[in-house]
């Protein structure tokens, strides 16, 4: 293959497509593969497109792909085409480190999988079924913009607890998250996505921020419900292994911040720092100079030290 390789570079468009791809310090945003099983319903396929909707610009939805349950969900199907094609071929063509299957049966109808790849392998998946579902179309407000990036909202004890819902919440963190920028502006912070995690269901809310009047410099927040809206139960889940995931989550020395020295930093952030300085003198340390402790020459000087008398008494004799 390698006068293949040579070929390609032979364009310099074709060699800007190899950098953009080649591994960097600061990857690209990550793009989500949305795609439906053989077996799908009217409520996966629009929920599929709703999620699409959310993601976009950094998402790839396939209409037509008939394949199998990912391996991993399903015991018997250790050479599922599923498989094959998303490790070699989709995830490479899109350059796309995260999916989105939808499916359904009669055994687990409505089915969502998310899931991430790691070097073009499966990282983790899990799957979550459709129980209620309101669509972007059933909720009559004003969208939001295409791209816009949300505020992420994780409420329950599961999130911090159960170690299924920490990898959910990881998970659905870098599904959703958008673009990395180092500032955003007030008006851009127009769109909530809350997740709750109560009684083993996890609820997902699409809100629209509004800023309103309220007499003072500082708006008055409402929140308007946009969709789509679910109602999620937590099914199967295949989980990555603690080195797998710790591997995955390794970063560049380069990424890494030099420690400082003397410097430290308390729970709350504020930076502590060490002096080191040479043992002073204090007697000839310089003070304010102030009339009343100035130094007085001569004999009257030093009476008034000895306590004799007063400076205006020796003045008026």
């Known amino acids: 293959n390698n006068w293949y390789h040579g070929l390609i570079y032979w364009t310099k468009r074709a060699k800007r497509f190899l950098d953009n791809r080649a591994p960097k310090l600061t990857e690209n945003i990550k793009n989500a593969m949305i795609m439906k099983g053989g077996n799908t319903s009217m409520t996966v396929t629009q929920a599929l497109k709703d999620i699409y909707a959310l993601k976009k610009p950094s998402a790839v939805l396939y209409k037509n792909t008939k394949i199998s349950t990912p391996r991993g969900l399903c015991k018997n199907s250790q050479s599922s085409v599923f498989c094959l094609c998303l490790q070699e071929f989709f995830s490479k063509k899109t350059d796309s480190s995260l999916f989105l299957f939808g499916s359904h049966n009669k055994k687990r109808p409505n089915n969502l999988i998310f899931g991430r790849l790691f070097d073009f392998h499966v990282l983790d998946m899990i799957e979550l079924g459709i129980?209620?579902?309101?669509?972007?179309?059933?909720?009559?407000?004003?969208?939001?913009?295409?791209?816009?990036?949300?505020?992420?909202?994780f409420a329950g004890d599961?999130?911090?607890?159960?170690?299924?819902?920490?990898?959910?919440?990881?998970?659905?963190?870098?599904?959703?998250?958008?673009?990395?920028?180092?500032?955003?502006?007030?008006?851009?912070?127009?769109?909530?996505?809350?997740?709750?995690?109560?009684?083993?269901?996890?609820?997902?809310?699409?809100?629209?921020?509004?800023?309103?009047?309220?007499?003072?410099?500082?708006?008055?927040?409402?929140?308007?419900?946009?969709?789509?809206?679910f109602d999620f139960i937590l099914r199967r889940t295949h989980l990555a292994s603690d080195d797998l995931y710790k591997t995955a989550h390794k970063q560049p020395k380069a990424l890494?911040?030099?420690?400082?020295?003397?410097?430290?930093?308390?729970?709350?952030?504020?930076?502590f720092g060490r002096l080191h300085m040479q043992k002073q003198d204090l007697a000839k340390l310089q003070t304010r100079k102030m009339k009343g402790l100035r130094k007085r020459r001569g004999p009257a000087a030093a009476a008034v030290v000895a306590g004799e008398t007063s400076p205006k008494a020796t003045e008026g004799e």
């Open 131 to 153: 129980e209620k579902y309101n669509s972007l179309s059933d909720i009559k407000s004003s969208k939001c913009p295409e791209g816009t990036k949300p505020m992420l909202v």
């Open 256 to 271: 890494k911040p030099k420690k400082k020295k003397n410097i430290s930093h308390d729970t709350f952030g504020t930076k």
């Open 158 to 229: 599961a999130f911090d607890h159960d170690n299924d819902h920490k990898r959910l919440k990881s998970l659905l963190t870098d599904f959703f998250r958008g673009p990395v920028v180092p500032s955003v502006r007030l008006a851009g912070l127009e769109h909530v996505l809350h997740f709750t995690a109560l009684e083993g269901k996890i609820y997902m809310r699409s809100y629209r921020s509004l800023l309103k009047k309220s007499g003072c410099r500082t708006p008055r927040i409402e929140l308007e419900e946009i969709g789509p809206s």
